[in-house]
């Protein structure tokens, strides 16, 4: 059919079988409709001048070498709905320089881009594989970009790419197959240490090659192994992390404990203060909403109606970053930002309000005065209270000159009193401590028995003597009397009475039968002196028994 040159299908077709145009030299261009699902094998095999094709948007499969040998084709639109590429789909199409494969797509087949004419392509991470001979003898290859989720390359993949100079390798990629890229014009090439197979001649380039890689990694052996140039090299996250209490930001090495440090950068407007990464090409821009006309204002309220927190606003800051034309622009890293507070005593949250009305809770910090949070975008900021007070109850009971009360108290510092209850008044008890004279006053003193609050009383002096009586009771040797004795010091005795006339001993035992006291003491008898005449003597009283007594009453015997 080299006079077909162009067809229309109808939309009630769905499905287009094997070989259908195969040979169509003629044909340069086909309208698939998009009630097509299914284009069998070699359909459009060797249409040697078919220009461009647009897939339907229901294809799953471009079958096998649906557009071998089409070397006019310079333009191919794959569906998101294609997922696999067939084994020799686009062999030798020698004016394909470009296609984009959709992330839907999840196998390429052996030798389904063989001897094509691309010059770049960008292989999606949905591919986890590149089969043998994906691109082999893609002669104009020059760039090639494998997306992070691809793991393997297999044997020939790109081999014979005379002219592939750049390749990118995501840490993904794990295998790299027999003289995947042999005879290719790479002279550098970098390897995570997540590729642990290598195999023979896989690196094998027209010219010298440097290998990149980390220390103790599997491309490192390789590299030594054959003699290729090799750099150690660290593989940085793409992502920074944030020591925000040393101002700086750093990258971590995948593979090891090495770090990449940048110092951040403070920046005070307003008592405000942002730490990020420098950019002099930008500027930070603080504007404080007070007016309740301004609309930024009524968006603030607007957007809180249906907080269930019910936040009591504080302040609205406009906070925005200008580049150096003043075109407002995000920051493209993160930014901390300390906002000045009031007061110190309220639970403070800070909300970024959205472009929808929206807020966002920025899980701010309270740092003595300030609130502090992080972002990575500018718009309006509303500092709010959204403490509700919780009391805590202390009684004090009344006193004699104070009420009682409970006081009620809130971690917030706002307190109140309630239920309070009369004062007692003292109770008092008194006695006199010091007793009045005729010629000195006295004192009455007073204690309260519940506070013991005290106070004194003057008690007038008397007019005469008050005495007091004290009785000395008459005893063997002396007279009795009673003494009287006034406050002022004044005294004299009256009422005496006679002695008992002498020591009473009826028992004969030298003791006082009254007042026991030794009725011996003084006397002068030789009995007392216990001698030797007086032992002779009284061992004749003994001997007759004769009852003998001294002059004191004690008997001798």
């Known amino acids: 059919c080299t006079g077909l040159k162009s067809i229309a299908i109808p939309d009630s077709v769905e499905s287009i079988g094997e070989k259908v145009f195969r040979g169509c030299t003629g044909l340069t261009s086909i309208a698939i409709p998009d009630s097509v699902e299914s284009i069998g094998d070699e359909t459009f095999f060797d249409c040697t001048n078919l220009s461009s094709v647009i897939l339907p948007t229901k294809l799953n499969l471009i079958d096998t070498a649906m557009f071998q040998n089409c070397t006019s084709l310079t333009s191919v639109t794959i569906p998101d709905s294609v997922t696999v590429i067939g084994s020799f789909a686009f062999d030798n199409c020698t004016s394909l320089t470009s296609i984009a494969i959709p992330e839907s797509v999840t196998v390429i087949a052996p030798s389904a ?3 094509s004419g691309l010059k770049s392509v960008t292989i999606p991470g949905s591919i986890t594989n590149i089969s043998e001979k994906a691109f082999y003898w893609c002669k104009e290859l020059t760039d090639v970009t494998l997306c992070e989720g691809v793991t393997s390359i297999e044997y020939w993949a790109f081999s014979n790419c005379y002219k592939l100079s750049n390749i ?7 295998f790299i197959g027999k003289e995947a890229f042999f005879a290719t014009d790479l002279t550098s090439i970098t390897l995570s ?4 197979t290598i195999e023979s001649y896989a690196l094998v380039s027209n010219k010298d090659i440097t290998i990149y890689c980390h220390e103790g990694s599997v491309a490192e052996a390789y590299a030594k192994a054959r003699n290729d140039n090799y750099v150690l090299i660290h593989f940085f996250d793409d992502e920074w992390n944030y020591d925000w209490s040393n101002s700086v930001r750093y990258l971590e090495c995948k593979y090891c404990d090495v770090r990449e440090n940048e110092n951040l950068e403070n920046t005070e407007i307003d008592n405000i203060e942002f730490t990020t990464a420098t950019d002099p090409e930008t500027e930070f821009i603080v504007e404080k909403v007070e007016n309740e006309n301004d609309e930024r204002y009524a968006l603030v309220v607007e957007s809180f109606k249906n907080n269930q927190e019910e936040p009591v606003v504080e302040i609205i800051y406009d906070i925005t970053l200008e580049n150096n ?7 493209d890293n993160s930014v901390r930002i300390k906002l000045p507070l009031s007061e110190t005593h ?6 970024r309000v959205n472009d929808d009305g929206t807020y966002t809770d920025m ?5 003595g005065g300030f609130i ?11 500092v709010a209270d959204v403490h509700k007070h919780n009391y805590s109850c202390n009684v004090s009971a009344p006193t004699c000159t104070e009420e009682g009360y409970t006081l009620y108290t809130c971690r917030c510092g706002d307190s109140y009193k309630s239920e309070t209850v009369a004062k007692l008044g003292h109770s008092y008890k008194s006695t006199v401590t010091t007793q009045p004279t005729h010629t000195k006053e006295g004192i009455r003193t007073f204690i309260c028995e519940v506070c013991k609050y005290t106070y004194t ?7 005469k003597h008050t005495y007091t009586a004290k009785v000395t009771a008459p005893t063997c040797t002396t007279d009795g009397y009673t003494t009287y004795t006034c406050a002022c010091g004044d005294s004299y005795t009256d009422k005496r009475v006679s002695n008992f006339g002498g020591h009473t001993d009826n028992d004969h035992n030298g003791i006082c039968d009254r007042c026991r006291v030794d009725t011996t003491i003084g006397c002068s008898c030789r009995c007392h002196k216990n001698d030797f005449i007086w032992k002779f003597l009284n061992f004749f009283y003994k001997l007759f028994k004769m009852n003998h007594y001294c002059a004191c009453g004690k008997a001798h015997y």
Do not use: M
């Open 457 to 463: 009383e003057k008690i007038a002096k008397t007019t």
């Open 168 to 174: 990118t390798i995501p840490d993904s990629l794990t």
């Open 363 to 367: 899980n701010g910090t309270v740092e």
């Open 372 to 382: 502090v949070f992080i972002t990575d975008h500018f718009s309006l900021y509303v």
């Open 325 to 331: 034309e003043g075109v407002s622009v995000q920051p």
């Open 346 to 351: 309220g639970d403070y949250k800070v909300y």
């Open 113 to 115: 881009f063989e001897s």
């Open 193 to 196: 240490s997540n590729v642990t």
